[in-house]
């Protein structure tokens, strides 16, 4: 399972007729309704060319079309994807849940139950809040020096290599920047 930060979400005012890839997405036709969206994917026909942009150019004519909103800010919306567990540790990282106490083999605090942040699956902030967050976290956090992964039966627990906290938080620092520039919110889920 993983959580997903992003901007929050706003109704479409566009539609484009895409096979998915982001290239293709953002060089795809706008329409202004959905319908209109429908109508066109549905006369491309059954034998069609690769879309401009395509990152499989190859197969993408045997792909289905699919109409896919766009963002009001008429870009792709940013996103950090991390594991469950990583979300807990960088909630706990922006003081969004107050992590359980952990002994010294422990490295990755377990999810509280209180609904405060992402290891309870979703919420919302400010962007400036969440900026503020990121800031004060990215100043206090120690250079991750990483963790082993375990094998736990025949299941492996998977570690963390060293930097990845940093790395997180700066892309965490770059989404709420293109928040506040947008007047948007951050959510998670």
Known sequence: MSVTFTADWRPATQFAVTCGCERATALAVRHDTYEEASVAALSTG???RALPGCAMPEICP??????HDVDPDGESTPEVNVSQRHA???AGLLGLTAPETIDAAQTLPRPARDGGGPADDAGQLPAEDFLG???VALA???EDEGVDGYWNGRLHMGGRRAGY???RLAELHDLAQWCVDRGRDVAWG
């Open 165 to 167: 906290l940093q790395l």
């Open 46 to 48: 059954p034998a069609r």
């Open 133 to 135: 967050r990121v800031l």
């Open 62 to 67: 045997e792909y289905p079309l699919y109409v």
């Open 88 to 90: 807990a540790l960088l």
């Open 140 to 142: 206090l956090t120690p």
